[in-house]
């Protein structure tokens, strides 16, 4: 099983980010089905202010243009992405249309 974590903002805005915490405390059934079938077998998420990030643990099948084309082909995947969207915010140096950022392991004990 590999390991990958990610990181995002959230707009800085108190209101959003309350918002945004009760969306993850209720994710819609569609969008947990669809990280199971795209081969995430756990993911965690943590946020200090408006920084977000994430653990995912993944089968040995999982790759992220995968989850991408069938993500693409979800309509309420979709819907949830453009929703969430209202609340997240690139990070600084993330690639034009990039949210989600893969994150380097500089250190392992």
């Given at each position: 099983?590999?390991?990958?974590?990610?990181?995002?903002?959230?707009?800085?805005?108190p209101k959003l980010i309350e918002a945004y915490d009760r969306y993850h405390r209720e994710v819609w059934?569609?969008?947990?089905?669809?990280?199971?079938?795209?081969?995430?077998?756990?993911?965690?998420?943590?946020?200090?202010?408006?920084?977000?990030?994430?653990?995912?643990?993944?089968?040995?099948?999982?790759?992220?243009?995968?989850?991408?084309?069938?993500?693409?082909?979800?309509?309420?995947?979709?819907?949830?992405?453009?929703?969430?969207?209202?609340?997240?915010?690139?990070?600084?140096?993330?690639?034009?249309?990039?949210?989600?950022?893969?994150?380097e392991k500089i250190f392992e004990h």
């Open positions: 099983m590999k390991k990958h974590c990610l990181a995002l903002d959230l707009k800085e805005d059934p569609e969008v947990l089905e669809s990280l199971t079938t795209s081969g995430i077998e756990h993911m965690e998420i943590y946020r200090i202010e408006n920084r977000l990030f994430m653990i995912i643990e993944v089968s040995d099948d999982f790759s992220f243009d995968k989850k991408a084309n069938l993500d693409a082909d979800n309509a309420k995947v979709q819907e949830w992405e453009i929703l969430m969207w209202k609340f997240q915010q690139a990070l600084p140096f993330a690639k034009p249309g990039e949210k989600w950022v893969l994150m």
